[in-house]
C-alpha cells in the first residue's frame, strides 16, 4: 500500500484503482486529469501540482463542489484528490511537498 506524505508525516492512504469514490484516502492522478464531480455524493479537495525531484509542490488548491468539473492548469500535470474537508484536515496549502511512500 502507498502512502500520501509531508515532512514524514502520513496524511492519507492512497487508492490506485482508479475508480469508485475516494473515501478516507486520496488519489494521485498525472497527465493533467479533467477532475469531476459529476457522478459523486458529494464534493472534492483538488491539488494541482508540479512533479520535481522530491515529489509532488502544490501549485493551486480548489475545494470542487457536487457536479462540477475543474479546468485543468496547464503547467501542473499533477492533481491530488481527496474528499472535501481532507487538506483542510491536513493543513495543506500552497507550496507544501508531498511525496508517495510505498
Request: charged share 25%.
Amino acid at each position: 500500500m502507498a502512502w500520501l506524505t509531508r515532512k514524514e508525516e502520513v496524511l492519507a492512504a492512497l487508492d490506485s484503482s482508479g475508480r469508485g469514490p475516494v473515501a478516507d484516502g486520496a488519489r494521485v492522478l498525472h497527465h493533467r486529469a479533467l477532475v469531476h464531480t459529476l457522478r459523486c455524493r458529494g464534493g472534492l479537495d483538488v491539488a494541482w501540482c508540479v512533479e520535481t525531484r522530491e515529489g509532488l509542490e502544490v501549485r493551486h488548491v480548489q475545494v470542487l463542489g457536487g457536479h462540477r468539473v475543474a479546468c485543468p492548469h496547464p503547467r501542473c500535470p499533477a492533481v491530488v484528490v481527496a474528499e472535501a474537508g481532507a487538506f483542510e484536515r491536513w493543513k495543506l496549502q500552497v507550496g507544501d511537498l508531498l511525496t508517495v511512500e510505498e
